[in-house]
Structure formats: C-alpha cells, structure tokens
DNA sequence: AGACATGTTGCTCA
DNA sequence: ATGAGCAACATGTC
C-alpha cells in the first residue's frame, strides 16, 4: 500500500500517537520482519518518542531515553501491506500486529499481513547508516533534470515505468504514483527510457515532482485521509482513483484506459495521451 | 478456484 | 561488470 504520501500519513498517526509518552512494554513477533536489531526491542522500554522522519517509503523513530542512554532508532518499512495504527492503551495484540509499543495514553500497533515490511531498531549517538544512505528526496535541491537524464542513460533499453519504480533515483515513487507520473506527462510506460527527448525528460522531472508535492499535500498533509479503496479524498482530476476500476476513463480526455503489465507491475495508462514514438 | 495485490531482493542470463 | 527480467516472499480479497 504505500509510497511516499502513505508513509508520511502514516508515520503522523504514530507521531501523534506517541506524543511524548514513556514506552512501558514492547511486544513483537514475526521474526521474518526484524532484518538486525530485534533483540534490542525491549530497550525501548523507558524511552520516550523524540522525532521522526520520513525518506523515500521509510520512516526512522528516534527514542530518546528518560535517563540520558543513548537514543534509539527505530526504522519501519511497511512493504506492500503494512500500516501504523493507535489504539487505546488496554489493546491486545491481534492477528498481524507484529510490533506493539503501549504507553500510558495509547498502543502503537504495526500490523502487515503480507510481512514484506522491515523493521529495524539501534541504539547509537546518529542516526542507523541505512538511513544516511537513503537518496536524496524528489522535493530536494539535489533532484536535477541532468541526474534524471543520466540515470536514464544508463538504463537505455528499460521500459521508463520500470525506471520509474527505482528507490536509489525515484526515492517514494511505487506503482500507483508512477503511473501518475506518466499519464500527467503524457508518455508511454513501455516507451524505452534511452529514446525519451529532452522535453519528455523535463516533463518526466517536472511531474515527478508535481505528484510528490500534490501527494504529500493531498493524502500525506495534516488532517488527511488515506486513499484506501474508492476514496473521496483523491481529486477525481488524478489518475489514481480511476486506475483499478475496470472500464475506467481517462479524466481528461474520456477515452478508455488501458491496463497491462509492463516492467513486471500492473500498470494503467491512457493510449489516447501516452503514445510510444513512431520508430525511426 | 484462480488471479491478483500501492514492494524489494536475489538469482539468472546476456 | 552492468543491465534486464523474473521468481520468490506470505496472506488476503475479488
């Protein structure tokens, strides 16, 4: 389920949650999800929510401790079906709840049925090198059109969508934002990404970065809801709330969508605006 | 019953 | 060495 706008959401339900509230007890289960670290666990007991971020589709949770001990730092990536919950503080651990934090005020509950999700969680003076190695977000000075350009040089017979879909240069980007992206820029998603032109690779930046910004403003910003299911929240102008519906429209124009895999995923597009170039 | 799901990784082959 | 494609992971839903 999520991509960049999800996990910011989601990572402001814990944020809130946790307010500043003492961790009293931690329950985890499901080893498969714990990579490193998850001996550790029960050391966040007495520390207390500090900050969090977010970075691509991960989120870091510093703790700090009550008595001065080193900080700890507690790393969730929600895979395809995770979510972050707050329940009343008397709540039990159910099915596919495999991490939970109880303070005073509330139960923080990580639950994934899927278990393709990661947690991680160090103790230590800086943040986990993981986390520093994260690439720069789409919204940062550091996301040029000439860094986009040549990443797609180098993947010069991959379809664009595929390319799309690559964390170390479209950190947040997953299947649905992709399509997104595409359709506002109006190019084919089995278009190979070495035969884009200049303009289509600055179309592709600028809506890259139009999708993060209306994202995280729409699903991810104060107050928001998820866009779970058919949702209200997602401006019917958007691809997204058309793309699964079968015999969906294209908002724009009212023509068809189509849908097929390409690059491995689903993907949707609107062959009335996404045409390949005629090759040459 | 069978197809499919908003993600990542690790393997194979070129 | 590097890029591209695909199975695998585990479970739920349509």
């Not at 639950?111 to 003076?125: A, T």
Request: hydrophobic share 40%.
């Amino acid at each position: 389920m999520p991509e960049l706008a999800e996990v910011e959401y989601f990572r402001r339900v814990w944020a809130d949650g946790l307010a500043a509230k003492r961790v009293l007890r931690v329950e985890a289960s499901g080893r498969r999800l714990f990579r490193t670290g998850g001996a550790l666990l029960p050391q966040l007991v007495g520390k207390h929510l500090l900050r969090s971020q977010t970075a691509a589709k991960q989120m870091l949770f510093e703790f700090q401790a009550a008595g001065g001990t080193q900080p700890g730092w507690l790393g969730i990536h929600l895979g395809m079906s995770g979510e972050l919950r707050i329940e009343p503080p008397e709540y039990v651990a159910g099915r596919h709840d495999h991490l939970v934090l109880w303070t005073p005020a509330a139960a923080a509950v990580y639950n994934d049925p899927r278990m393709f999700g990661r947690v991680d969680y160090q103790e230590g003076p800086a943040a986990p090198e993981w986390w520093t190695r994260i690439a720069p977000a789409i919204l940062s000075p550091a996301f040029t059109v000439a860094a986009v350009a040549d990443y797609l040089a180098r993947r010069q017979r991959a379809p664009i969508k595929a390319v799309l879909l690559q964390q170390e240069r479209f950190p947040g980007i997953g299947n649905w934002m992709a399509d997104e992206v595409l359709w506002r820029a109006a190019i084919h998603p089995a278009q190979p990404a070495g035969t884009l032109s200049p303009a289509q690779i600055k179309a592709l930046w600028q809506q890259c970065r139009a999708v993060c910004r209306l994202a995280l403003r729409t699903i991810g910003g104060q107050g928001r809801k998820l866009p779970s299911g058919h949702n209200a929240e997602v401006p019917s102008s958007w691809l997204l709330p058309h793309r699964w519906k079968a015999g969906g429209k294209d908002p724009r124009t009212g023509t068809p969508l189509r849908r097929s895999t390409i690059g491995g995923r689903t993907t949707c597009w609107s062959p009335a605006r996404q045409k390949l170039p005629r090759r040459s």
